[in-house]
């Protein structure tokens, strides 16, 4: 993968050129897009003024789920389409998209069946109680939709014993749990980058820039800044897409539109060190309704820790969103209601985030009501800006693929040229050449274990996080070092294969998004200032922007996300309702 200082000289070296697509905003979307564009041959150029995947696609509850909940406010096609994505991806990207069994426990048996008959025909938007019928009659739906492409059992129904045999701490008024399975994104940032190598190994010719902001439009230009350097790059696009998520109505002002499209909404998540609820959960999911008839969740990422999430208030400001206290209250509360006693407390959060989701502008009173769906918005051409933009509303991560073959069949129609080839059986990054049973995974890890001189033991991770890429990752560490980072889960060799390999700006790039680090409690002092000595030898840093880098990092992880060996004493986190 080139790297940036490399793709920023050539931006720089050849400013009067036609550029077919500038894509702004490289969250999973746009992301999706430029992958699909490569795929037809139509080189893009894909700027985000963070790093890639580093808004709202850094903030979900890392599922790739059919949206059972969408059949509520009756969205049957987007149902539809999330769960044959979500059965595609799991073909496509079996290292990081893995089957999860999700539980939904009830709590009667009849309850909201007349609510929901009244939502059916569009009588009512807000979301209400549901017993077990309704949930049963949900999964019917689901089942079907998703029968032609299925790769997972269908749904059952536990009684009330069993329920409570399988998981001994539920609320004891849940009357019985309907299984379904979904899917869980290990580690969403990790399949985004792979999307990026994908598409730049197709098409050369793409870019894709971190760090990189339009600021203006001007004629038939725009002009992009290096939110580095400082520098300054004229571009002249033949088409702009804006898929800015959450900053999307911004990114319209800076090109001279001026119409408001954007209605987020906050969702907060919460990683906790809780190894009792860990252990009751084993491999699956809590999917429960909560007092205010909102849908929230709870798994365990290992053995000892848990995700919890996750809320939806309304909130229009998407730079540096934090978890509230309020919310982390509301959680703590929701959580007592379906797993009684237990008694979560604050110093159990080990990591916590929040996003801002790109919904429509709604006037809903209920946050629950508002689609989830995307649409594309074309604004024309006109006398000021004679380029045509394309704006993304909405959009989420199961449904990113079919969102950017929609937006990509436009921008080709656009072009006057076909959509030729689909995205929908590509196998993702590190899952070419994957084996797909426990043998085959054995022989390839003792394979790459015997190359690399590295136990095999120690390729076994390697290979769940990067797929058939371990073999490089391992080369790597066996001539750039094995010495184990923090509590071992990473290697100095590793770093510098990320490093290398994944272009990677500033230090939060690599502890929050390159690795798992936040959802392993795998963070401490010694750990980022191992990291950016690393990272100063690979990109030459100097002393003061290698002390800068770890400031900025470990203020940002001790109070934004609450990193506890970071956490600032004379400081809170910040408080938003």
């Known amino acids: 993968m080139r790297n940036r200082a490399e793709l920023l000289g050539k931006l720089k070296a050849s400013p009067g050129d036609e550029t077919l697509v500038l894509i702004v905003g490289a969250g999973i979307n746009g992301i999706g897009l430029y992958r699909d564009l490569a795929l037809q041959g139509v080189p893009a150029i894909l700027i985000d003024k963070g790093d890639f995947s580093s808004g709202t696609s850094a903030a979900p509850s890392r599922l790739i789920h059919g949206g059972l909940r969408y059949l509520e406010t009756c969205e049957f096609a987007l149902v539809r389409e999330s769960v044959i994505e979500r059965n595609h991806l799991v073909r496509n990207a079996p290292h990081l998209v893995k089957p999860i069994p999700v539980w939904v426990p009830a709590f009667n048996w009849f309850g909201g069946a007349f609510s929901a008959a009244l939502r059916f025909l569009k009588l009512k938007k807000t979301p209400g109680a549901k017993g077990i019928l309704v949930v049963k009659l949900g999964l019917v739906f689901f089942d079907w939709f998703g029968r032609a492409t299925r790769n997972m059992p269908t749904h059952r129904i536990l009684s009330r014993a069993a329920s409570h045999r399988m ?59 290096d939110e580095i350097s400082g520098e300054t790059i004229s571009l002249t696009p033949r088409l702009v897409v804006n898929c800015a998520g959450a900053w999307a109505d911004a990114v319209d002002r800076n090109l001279g539109i001026d119409k408001r499209l954007i209605g987020g909404t906050r969702g907060s998540h919460l990683v906790m060190r809780r190894p009792d609820i860990a252990q009751q959960l084993d491999d699956g999911m809590l999917y429960f309704e909560t007092h205010d008839f909102r849908a929230c969740l ?156 590295i136990a095999e033991s120690g390729i076994a991770p390697l290979l769940r996080r990067y797929g058939t890429a371990a073999r490089d990752v391992a080369k790597t560490m066996s001539s750039a070092g094995t010495q184990p980072l923090g509590d071992g889960k990473y290697h100095s060799g590793e770093i510098r294969w990320i490093i290398r390999n994944e272009r990677v700006t500033r230090l939060a790039d690599i502890i929050l998004r390159r690795t798992l680090l936040p959802f392993e409690d795998g963070i401490s002092a010694g750990v980022v200032d191992a990291i950016a000595a690393i990272a100063a030898e690979e990109l030459g840093w100097t002393d003061e922007r290698r002390r800068a880098e770890i400031e900025h990092t470990s203020v940002m992880l001790g109070g934004r996300y609450r990193v506890r060996a970071l956490t600032p004493t004379s400081s809170a986190p910040p408080e938003r309702n």
């Open 298 to 453: 709870v798994y365990a990422l290992d053995s000892e820790l848990i995700l919890l999430g996750t809320t939806d208030i309304r909130d229009e400001a998407p730079d540096d969103p934090a978890c509230s206290k309020e919310e982390i209250d509301y959680l703590f509360k929701v959580l007592d209601e379906v797993l009684p006693g237990s008694n979560a407390k604050e110093h159990e959060i080990v990591f916590a985030y929040a996003g801002i989701r790109p919904l429509p502008w709604s006037g809903a009173s209920a946050t629950g009501a508002i689609s989830r769906d995307h649409a594309l918005h074309v604004f024309d051409a006109d006398s000021t800006r004679p380029y045509p933009v394309m704006t993304l509303v909405g959009g989420k991560w199961t449904t990113y693929r079919a969102c950017a073959e929609q937006i990509a069949e436009a921008v080709m129609k656009h072009l006057g040229k076909a959509h030729a080839n689909s995205t929908l059986s590509q196998p993702i990054g590190g899952s070419k050449g994957l084996p797909g049973d426990q043998p085959g995974l054995e022989s390839l890890r003792a394979e790459i274990s015997k190359e690399s001189g």
């Open 167 to 225: 998981i001994p701490g539920l609320a004891d008024r849940v009357c019985a749990v309907a299984e379904y399975y979904d899917a869980r994104l290990v580690h969403p940032e990790r399949l985004a980058l792979e999307l990026m190598k994908d598409a730049e190994q197709d098409c050369p010719q793409s870019m894709a820039l971190s760090y990189v902001s339009l600021q203006k439009s001007h004629g038939r230009s725009v002009t992009l800044r």
